[in-house]
């Protein structure tokens, strides 16, 4: 059979990854990048710590480097992985949060292996014709297809009070069935960003609704879950931010100890962004307030690309547990 076009990049879709997860008690890592120094630090993490990983792509990072060269980024980072690295570590290049038929067609026409529609705000009807529009197309190509069910809280929402935005338990296998999606991003008290929680310092965060995890998992056994607004956070980081300048005021995350759980649960997939913009951003400001007659942007992005890649394994070693599982 004539390779995908995915598979020509060196590619691979989510299914034998999620299968090993799934089995093994693990979650795959999915880590958001824009730039070189962040799919640098990705696949060097990874390669590292022996990690299969998912390279997701949001349509904003899509404008911002230019789709052709992303996707000729996403193929030298294979290459680079496979023969500088000489890690054989199994890469997936994912569609973050896909909004339209159109933008999923695009990533599945020009080389992604794996795609996430999210029409989890329409009514659930649109969700799931949106879906299986997806869905009939990208199978086609051997792509995989990621659905979501339920709306993430933001900031503005009082996560604890807000019921209705968690997954309704009673829909997903009505969902899955309709749809033929290969995985599910459920909403159980995460969100996006580096705000999660209203806390007061000091205060703990409420825990995420694992009760609703598992009657999802219920009613799909052995179907790989996805967990969005992922990153923890890490307050090392912010603390730099602040102490270098920066003024990020009660950023909290979802705890390390919660991730892990949900990681040895049908949780298959992990999406890390926000973490990794906390360390870039705590590095060069570092760089910026101790040398400030320095201009060359080697001088602070490659920190900051060095400090990324030890959270990457940091995160793949304790919080994900997919280190040495490629
Ligand atoms: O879920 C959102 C991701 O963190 C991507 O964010 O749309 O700003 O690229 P972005
Ligand atoms: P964070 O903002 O918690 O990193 O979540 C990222 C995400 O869900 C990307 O889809
Ligand atoms: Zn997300």
């Known amino acids: 059979m004539a390779k995908r076009l995915y598979e020509q990049l060196g590619l691979v879709n989510t299914t034998e990854m ?17 730039n070189m120094e962040q799919l640098q630090a990705i696949i060097m993490g990874c390669a590292e710590s022996k990690s299969p990983v998912i390279l997701q792509v949001s349509s904003g990072a899509r404008k911002y480097a230019n789709q052709t060269l992303l996707k000729h980024m996403a193929e030298g980072a294979v290459q680079m992985c496979r023969k500088d690295l000489k890690s054989d570590i199994p890469i997936a290049l994912h569609l973050d949060h896909g909004d339209t038929f159109e933008l999923c067609k695009s990533c599945v026409d020009s080389g992604f292996s794996s795609v996430m529609i999210d029409a989890s705000h329409h009514p659930y009807d649109e969700n799931v014709a949106l879906t299986k529009q997806v869905v009939d197309y990208a199978h086609k190509y051997g792509v995989t297809v990621e659905g979501e069910l339920g709306v993430l809280a933001g900031i503005e929402d009082e996560v604890k009070a807000d019921k209705h935005t968690y997954t309704d338990p009673a829909q997903v296998q009505d969902f899955v069935k309709k749809t033929g999606v290969d995985s599910l991003a459920i909403s159980i ?20 609704r694992f009760d609703i995890l598992a009657e999802v998992e219920k009613r799909l056994p052995g179907f790989p879950i996805v967990l969005h607004g992922a990153s923890s956070v890490v307050q090392e980081y912010v603390q730099m931010i602040n102490k270098y300048g920066g003024k990020m005021e009660n950023a909290v995350g979802v705890p390390e100890d919660q991730l892990r759980k949900a990681a040895k649960s049908a949780v298959c997939k992990i999406n890390i962004d926000s973490d990794g913009r906390l360390v870039v951003t705590a590095v060069i400001r570092k760089v910026f307030a101790e040398k400030p007659s320095e201009f060359d942007p080697r001088k602070y992005l490659g920190p900051a690309r060095e400090e990324l890649k030890k959270l990457i394994v940091a995160k793949n070693t304790n919080v994900l547990g997919s280190a040495g599982k490629a």
Request: proline content about 11%; overall charge positive.
């Open 18 to 34: 999620f299968k090993k997860a799934m089995a093994g008690k693990y979650a795959i890592p999915a880590y958001n990048f824009n």
């Open 189 to 208: 008290g995460t969100s996006h960003g580096a705000y999660k929680f209203k806390v007061k310092p000091g205060e703990s965060v409420p825990p995420l």
